[in-house]
């Protein structure tokens, strides 16, 4: 849609101050132009301590902007200590409408009997409304590394662990250094 996209991790400082995550979308294709804005709280209830979001990755597909994000106890009572991974599944067209008022949003916990960590979202170009949406994982021991296809992207939150989504294993591919790297 030739937008621009803008995610911020905003953290409460101190205990009982609600961490948010700030979306900016543009409303045309220059940036300098006006934005739309919207903050969703992202702080899990948890005892004895809240949990807190880090280590942002955000995706998109024809039909949604993915925000995944790390949620971590930070430690006012105990060491810091991570809990699970939380997705944020934003309505493309609440955020592409010009209008701040109006924004549709789901949040999960993929986790569903996995332990699953940092996982990013991809960017999926020429995507067509209903394709799978697609997220990638490096597990927590050995590096394994998993890829996570799953059902229709307003509905992928709910489909993690379900039948709609699936763990496509693969190996990563080292990176020769003698390579050249014109990026």
Known sequence: SGRFIVIVLNEGGTLGQPSYLLVAVSDDSNPLGRWEKHRIEVEDQAQPENLRPDFPGLGWDADAIYVTMNMFNYGF????????????????????????????????????????????????????????????????SG??????????????????????????????????????NYG
């Open 143 to 180: 590096g394994q590394t998993s890829e996570h296809a799953c059902g229709h992207g307003l509905h992928v939150c709910p489909l993690f662990g379900g039948s709609g989504c699936r763990e496509i294993p693969f190996r990563l591919i080292a990176i020769d250094p003698q390579a050249d």
């Open 77 to 140: 009572t105990n060491p810091q200590k991570f809990d699970h991974v939380k997705v944020v599944t934003i309505d493309k067209n609440s955020v592409l409408d010009n209008n701040s008022d109006t924004l549709t949003y789901f949040e999960v916990d993929p986790r569903q009997g996995q332990q699953l960590f940092t996982m990013q979202p991809a960017v999926m170009h020429g995507s067509t409304p209903g394709d799978p949406m697609y997220f990638v994982e490096i597990g927590r």
